[in-house]
């Protein structure tokens, strides 16, 4: 069975670091693209990050570039999201996905299968 499991979460002060982890199971990530969205209630859910399974390429949204940080152990079946400089707004549910078709996206509904998220709080 094909699940994606998120952790790290938590409550940081403002510029504060976390790392999210989202580990696979019933497959292996390194087949298919993956992305980290975040959803705050009443809004949009949006894309943050996401990562190419043929070349590893990265991608950010403009909101986090320079901040955050994907990226990919095989061994481990684990997509990581590393996050610095973290801001108020940064707070949200957190969600890794996975795109099957392996393209990498922003686009939510491109996505196939997604972990059950992470609450981040940012706040002092």
């Known amino acids: 069975q094909l699940q994606l499991v998120e952790s790290g979460g938590g409550l940081v002060q403002p510029g504060g670091s976390l790392r999210l982890s989202c580990a696979a199971s019933?497959?292996?990530?390194?087949?298919?693209?993956i992305g980290w969205f975040r959803q705050v209630p009443g809004k949009e859910r949006e894309g943050v990050s996401c990562?190419?399974?043929?070349?590893?390429?990265?991608y950010y949204a403009n909101s986090v570039k320079g901040r955050f940080t994907i990226s990919r152990d095989n061994a481990k079946n684990t997509v990581y999201l590393q996050m610095n400089s973290l801001r108020p707004e940064d707070t949200a549910v957190y969600y890794c996905?996975?795109?099957?078709?392996?393209?990498?996206?922003?686009?939510?509904?491109?996505?196939?299968?997604w972990g059950q998220g992470t609450q981040v709080t940012i706040s002092s």
């Open positions: 990562i190419n399974n043929s070349d590893g390429s990265t």
């Open positions: 019933g497959f292996s990530l390194v087949d298919y693209a």
């Open positions: 996905a996975v795109s099957i078709s392996g393209t990498p996206s922003f686009y939510g509904p491109a996505y196939d299968y």
